[in-house]
């Protein structure tokens, strides 16, 4: 099982970058995928969660209106669009495929980094 994220970078205060999530090695459109982040001396929290069909997608107040996640069930990509970034979003950012029921699973990225500052 691989979960590659790449796309993060250094932007400035209300700019924008995608995050990209290649899966590999599971049935990708059976699970829910997941971002999460952890800002330094912080607890990792979900900012979006997307479902396995890709019909719903739930996000943290805090990024509601600027963040958008998606999917290509055939490319086996995930996706996160983040605009109007703010310093306060800085953090290393996680992919997560999650399954849940009886054959629970849940796998992570190595995640990478995003830094708001100008």
């Known amino acids: 099982v691989q979960l590659v994220e790449s796309g993060g970078g250094l932007v400035q205060p209300g700019g924008s970058l995608r995050l990209s999530c290649a899966a590999s090695g599971f049935t990708f459109s059976s699970y829910d995928m997941n971002w999460y982040r952890q800002a330094p001396g912080k607890e990792r929290e979900l900012v979006a969660a997307?479902?396995?069909?890709?019909?719903?997608?739930n996000y943290a107040d805090s990024v509601k209106g600027r963040f958008t996640g998606s999917r290509d069930n055939a490319e086996r990509t995930v996706y996160l669009q983040m605009n109007s970034l703010k310093p306060e979003d800085t953090a290393v950012y996680y992919c997560?495929?999650?399954?849940?029921?009886?054959?629970?699973?849940?796998?992570w990225g190595q995640g990478t980094q995003v830094t708001v500052s100008s």
């Open positions: 997307i479902t396995s069909a890709g019909g719903s997608t």
């Open positions: 997560n495929a999650f399954r849940g029921g009886f054959m629970r699973r849940s796998y």
